[in-house]
């Protein structure tokens, strides 16, 4: 099973400010992708994070507000930009592209 | 997109007693996992399980693809079983997850 790590695990902000959060797995995968949880929600995807090329975003979820890198096969960053208290919310990473998809511990982002 | 239900929301158990948590989805899968996760947030993979029945210690799942459900079986529940456990599935060839609404469960000591 991959091993993934985030950084920030949480954090309290102001808002209009911007947050990178980061995120590394333990060994090389094709896929990455980043969710958020609202408060007391489930799970909804915000993009895929492509490896040498832009990220692919869903649907409500824009480039702008969540800037994404992959530099390589273990590393990415999610930047919540002009944070309001509406982005409150847990982070979380995972990887897939195999059978069983692992997620990140996430990071617990507060904004006042 | 595929739509996944699942129930009961919510869930209250005696500590000992068994449960059957249900998810439904609306179309094919390449994919399903059942996920707990704990009261601080993390994610703990319990099945990867598109088809057919696995068992794991006190629990088990099954999915009948056919009719497009799975079921999640927790026995002699514990109080550490307390959390929210999501079905998650998948239906394109892109590895990119639907999650149900999750079902939370409170185990009484």
């Known amino acids: 099973s991959a091993v993934i790590s985030q950084k920030p695990s949480r954090d309290i902000c102001q808002r209009g400010t911007s947050l990178t959060i980061q995120c590394q797995v333990d060994s090389q995968v094709t896929m990455m992708f980043w969710y958020r949880q609202q408060p007391g929600q489930s799970l909804t995807l915000i993009a895929t994070?492509?490896?040498?090329?832009?990220?692919?975003?869903e649907s409500g979820f824009v480039i702008d507000k969540f800037p994404i890198s992959r530099p390589n096969l273990t590393f990415s960053t999610l930047t919540v930009s002009n944070m309001s208290p509406e982005d409150s919310s847990i982070y979380l990473c995972s990887e897939g592209g195999r059978e069983t998809q692992y997620f990140g511990p996430g990071t617990r982002l507060l904004v006042l | 997109g595929i739509q996944v239900e699942q129930s009961p929301p919510d869930l209250i158990l005696q500590e000992g007693a068994n449960s059957t948590l249900r998810c439904n989805f609306s179309?094919?899968?390449?994919?399903l996992q059942w996920f707990h996760q704990n009261p601080w947030g993390q994610l703990i993979n319990l099945f990867y399980?598109?088809?057919g029945t696995k068992q794991n210690g006190r629990l088990s799942a099954t999915t009948v693809a056919t009719e497009r459900y799975s079921l999640l079986y927790i026995s002699s529940s514990q109080t550490t079983d307390s959390g929210v456990y999501f079905c998650?599935?998948?239906?394109?060839?892109?590895?990119?997850?639907?999650f149900g609404k999750g079902i939370t469960l409170s185990v009484r000591p």
């Open positions: 994070a492509n490896q040498g090329s832009e990220a692919t975003y």
């Open positions: 399980i598109p088809s």
């Open positions: 179309d094919s899968v390449n994919n």
């Open positions: 998650a599935v998948e239906s394109g060839a892109n590895s990119k997850l639907t």
